[in-house]
């Protein structure tokens, strides 16, 4: 697995409005063992119609689009192609919301801005039921810089949670309120979702019961397991126990040395 850097961590990289069936459509075609050209004219055909303009800026945002979406499951970096084998498996194998959680995972990995605006939805889910647009927003420039970039790429990250329904409309513009949780039972599922999870953590580490429950998983309810549980699931993972209680995990080399530190 190759050495992070901690920039990305810094960057947005997402500024897009990601569909959950455009996600899944890349998905497919990958697990058909498209080629890269093969499926970007299957995207733009398959995208078309939600761009309906000739405008060369709109046939630019398709393109920024496809090139997010091609990223998530085509073109992984290098060190998520373990991580990214994994989930074509899931999603291969699988049905229902499982493939929802298998998308969460690698868009998160794959570009921490969205686990950064998942951690404040989650945050707000919890504190007052509900999440104001404008509060996020500023969270979120408070994080990455005061830049009108974050607040739209905030806004459009927003969008997609509304598209994948794990955020509802109010009818009161910029608020939305809480869908219900997906249940994730599977260890094998659960083990791959925190190894996701810890691709979008500066550090690439935490403690196990943080990890679950961090406000970046907000649509999901992950049943309490310990580390001996799905630690086998994962060559990528291993967990230390601190005490009689804490367990906390973090990602490992192919080579079995730790990557905390790099981010």
């Known amino acids: 697995m190759s050495t992070r850097v901690s920039s990305r961590f810094s960057q947005i990289g997402l500024d897009r409005l990601v569909r959950l069936r455009w996600l899944e459509r890349t998905a497919t075609l990958a697990i058909a063992g498209n080629s890269g050209a093969e499926t970007k004219s299957s995207l733009q055909d398959n995208l078309r119609n939600s761009f309906p303009s000739s405008d060369v800026s709109v046939r630019g945002s398709i393109n920024k689009t496809i090139t997010i979406l091609m990223k998530v499951w085509l073109r992984p970096p290098g060190y998520l192609r373990a991580l990214h084998l994994a989930g074509l498996n899931f999603l291969a194998l699988s049905k229902g919301s499982n493939h929802l959680a298998v998308h969460w995972g690698m868009v ?24 104001v647009a404008a509060q996020v927003q500023r969270r979120l420039r408070e994080q990455y810089g005061e830049r009108e970039t974050v607040s739209r ?22 608020i939305y309120g809480p869908a219900p949780a997906y249940i994730i039972e599977d260890s094998k599922l659960i083990a791959w979702l925190i190894e996701a999870s810890l691709h979008a953590r500066s550090g690439g580490s935490g403690p196990l019961k943080e990890v679950i429950g961090s406000p970046s998983l907000f649509p999901f309810h992950i049943r ?27 990602l490992v080399a192919s080579s079995g040395s730790t990557i905390s530190g790099v981010g």
Not at 108 to 131: C, D, E, I, N
Not at 239 to 246: A, K
Request: net charge positive; hydrophobic share 45%.
């Open 108 to 131: 998160m990995a794959v570009y921490p801005f969205w686990a950064g605006v998942a951690t404040q939805v989650g945050r707000l889910l919890k504190l007052q039921g509900r999440v």
């Open 153 to 174: 790429a905030a806004r459009r990250v927003l969008r997609s949670y509304v598209d994948w329904n794990v955020l509802k409309e109010t009818g009161v513009k910029g």
């Open 224 to 250: 309490p397991v310990h580390g001996e549980e799905f630690s086998a699931e994962s060559g990528n993972l291993q967990v230390v126990r601190h005490g009689l209680e804490e367990e906390f995990v973090m």
